[in-house]
Nanobody
Framework: QVQLVQSGGGMVQAGGSLRLSCAAS????????MAWFRQAPGKEREFVSG????????SYAEAVKGRFTISRDNAKNTVYLQMNSLKPEETAVYYC????????????????WGQGTQVTVSS
């Protein structure tokens, strides 16, 4: 089992920045690819960003490229999502997720999920 506990998030004005954190416990963190998803009201959960085991490869949804940065610290068992230049349409609940070894864009392929954190971007 892997337990994921999220922190960060909150409310920010358009153009502002937020940083999300996701701390893992349980099994060996470095064996898990990590990802961030988000879900807006009435919409499906969508992939935002993913990072491989060592952090050497990162992937982003087209909508967030150049503004969001994913990183991980395996010594601290934590993955981060730095979000800059936020837009009102990015208001959603953000989730971190873990799956063995390989990043996948499908939320159904992830075994473990954080509790979710609300991000609200006001115009």
């Amino acid at each position: 089992q892997v337990q994921l506990v999220q922190s960060g998030g909150g409310m920010v004005q358009a153009g502002g920045s937020l940083r999300l954190s996701c701390a893992a416990s349980g099994r060996t963190f470095s064996n898990y690819a990590m990802a961030w998803f988000r879900q807006a009201p009435g919409k499906e959960r969508e992939f935002v960003s993913g990072i491989t085991l060592s952090g050497g490869n990162k992937s982003y949804a087209e909508a967030v490229k150049g503004r969001f940065t994913i990183s991980r610290d395996n010594a601290k068992n934590t993955v981060y999502l730095q979000m800059n230049s936020l837009k009102p349409e990015e208001t959603a609940v953000y989730y971190c997720a873990a799956r063995p070894y390989v990043v996948n864009y499908l939320p159904t392929s992830y075994d473990y999920w954080g509790q979710g954190t609300q991000v609200t971007v006001s115009s």
